[in-house]
């Protein structure tokens, strides 16, 4: 019995994988078309991301949304910082990136 719940969670578990995969790729097959649609009206839709320090699991998640975004057609701009950098410092930098017309979330 044990056997037969395992084959069929791991069934289920692959058929959820694979029905989230395909979401992911329609949404970023949107997100495409909608960043080329913005390019051609003059706009190069760019993700800025601000990390600060070296944490591993920081660093694959900023990975994987700079991959998520060339996937989309979208540009990426990171912004690193060591861990001792001052709160002022920070700051300074997050409005140098929030005023750049170049960069829209």
């Known amino acids: 019995m ?3 719940a395992s084959k069929f969670i791991h069934f289920c578990t692959q ?3 694979t029905y989230y995969t395909q979401v992911a790729n329609e949404i970023a097959a949107e ?3 909608k960043a080329e649609q913005l390019k051609q009206a003059g706009v190069a839709p760019t ?3 601000v990390l600060v320090g070296a944490r591993k699991d920081s660093e694959t998640y900023v990975r994987m949304k700079k991959q998520a975004a ?3 057609g979208i540009g990426f701009v990171l912004k690193q910082f060591p861990e001792n950098i001052t709160q002022e410092e920070l700051i ?3 409005r140098v990136l929030n005023e750049d017309t170049g960069v829209h979330g």
Do not use: F, S, W
Request: glycine share 6%; net charge neutral; no cysteine.
């Open 2 to 4: 044990a056997l037969l």
């Open 15 to 17: 058929q959820t994988v």
């Open 31 to 33: 997100l495409r078309v």
């Open 47 to 49: 993700l800025g991301v």
């Open 70 to 72: 060339e996937t989309a």
């Open 92 to 94: 300074a930098n997050i």
